[in-house]
């Protein structure tokens, strides 16, 4: 009997590295259940915009000294989703860019028109370079995941995206997140190694088993050469916390990693894992050096409620009773080094909250959700 104790505990002490970090996500999927969720908001003059006039925006980014908030939104993404596996029949509606003015006081939305480029957009991260104008978007075509850059005018009575190339590489074949070094060299994070379009159940086991499967992607344009440089699970949200330190969302592990860069290789070395209470997405860091972090309390509901997306927002879907009930949280925290994480906004009345944004200086900030309809915009 106290041989096989001995067994029993040396295994558990074996595998007990291995099994406590999926314990600790698992338990979140009990924690954050819509019923059990304990909702709070720390954000002030909470307004929802623009909800008839788009929806599913997974991302956005601000061109503060304008004013102004480019948004990355996809109606098609409610039958083509290449991340959570989500194929229905029929052509899927092409996404958009759009430009929000959110300093002027006109409130304005407007659509960016795309210009040379006649493909199929389903837009996820997007990244600008200020000094260039170009605007990098990771792009889950039908006919394969590549990032489509393109020159960004605002200037003129419309504002235009005129396609600039579009990028392919065996390394980049799951682009979700993209940072900028400059307007040649990047980082992108490929969130899964088994496609969904593929493998269907391969990625769904990857998503919640916790392999480390996601990757971390050095990219150089004038080379046009691309190399791993860090592997996580379900790699997501990137962004520059500092010059030489890279954060990174890794979903799967309800965690955001904190990596060391080399500014002369580029080469990554992984410092600091900052383990939250949901599964976070996308990443954004405000002008003083504050991390944001936008994310789902529960990946199950959000689940649900992408798959009955297609449904809910047809005429026939409107009596339908999973359209009544079916919900999905939204989770935002702040962290930084000296005071930790603080959370900012916990709720399901907008459901699937992906990207937080704030201009420090305006004021304002703004949220996104994957499956929702308009934006979430709130003052300090």
């Avoid at 899927?92 to 959110?102: I, Q, V």
């Avoid at 009575?157 to 396609?163: G, I, L, N, P």
């Avoid at 979903?251 to 080399?262: E, I, P, R």
Wanted: aromatic share 8%.
């Amino acid at each position: 009997m106290a041989f096989k104790t001995s067994i029993v505990l040396l295994c558990l002490a074996l595998l007990g590295p291995l099994l406590w970090p999926r314990i600790r996500v698992l338990s979140i999927f009990y924690k954050n259940a819509p019923e059990r969720l304990q909702r709070m908001n720390a954000l002030e003059s909470l307004e929802l915009k623009f909800e008839d006039r788009i929806r599913n925006c997974e991302d956005a980014l601000l061109l503060e000294d304008k004013g102004l908030a480019i948004l990355s939104c996809d109606p098609g993404r409610e039958i083509w989703n290449t991340v959570m596996g989500i194929f229905y029949p029929g052509p899927a509606t092409g996404g958009g860019l759009w430009l929000y003015d959110y300093a002027s006081g006109a409130d304005s939305l407007t659509s960016i028109e795309l210009v040379g480029y006649d493909g199929d957009l389903h837009p996820l991260g997007l990244a600008y370079d200020d000094a260039s104008s170009k605007l990098f978007v990771a792009n889950h075509h039908t006919d394969g995941s590549r990032i489509d850059v393109f020159d960004l005018d605002l200037a003129g009575e419309r504002s235009v995206a005129k396609h600039h190339r579009s990028i392919k590489h065996p390394l980049i074949h799951a682009p979700n997140s993209i940072t900028l070094i400059n307007s040649n060299e990047f980082y992108v994070t490929n969130d899964h190694h088994f496609l969904a379009r593929q493998h269907s159940l391969l990625s769904r086991i990857e998503t919640y088993s916790g392999i480390p499967g996601g990757s971390i992607v050095y990219a150089d344009l004038s080379t046009d050469t691309a190399r791993l440089v860090a592997r996580l699970p379900f790699a997501n949200g990137i962004e520059f916390l500092n010059e030489t330190t890279l954060a990174v969302s890794a979903t799967s592990a309800a965690s955001v990693h904190l990596y060391d860069v080399d500014t002369a290789t580029r080469d990554i070395t992984a410092r600091l894992s900052i383990k939250v209470p949901f599964v976070p997405d996308n990443l954004s860091v405000d002008k003083n050096g504050v991390l944001l972090v936008a994310g789902h309390p529960h990946p199950p509901s959000l689940t649900k409620f992408a798959e009955s997306r297609a449904l809910c927002n047809s005429e026939e879907g409107k009596s339908a009773e999973v359209c009544k009930v079916a919900t999905a949280g939204t989770w935002i925290s702040e962290w930084t080094a000296e005071g930790g994480r603080k959370d900012l906004f916990v709720d399901t009345w907008f459901p699937s909250g992906c990207t937080a944004l704030r201009d420090v200086a305006r004021k304002t900030g703004i949220i996104t959700g994957l499956y929702a309809k308009g934006i979430l915009v709130w003052k300090d």
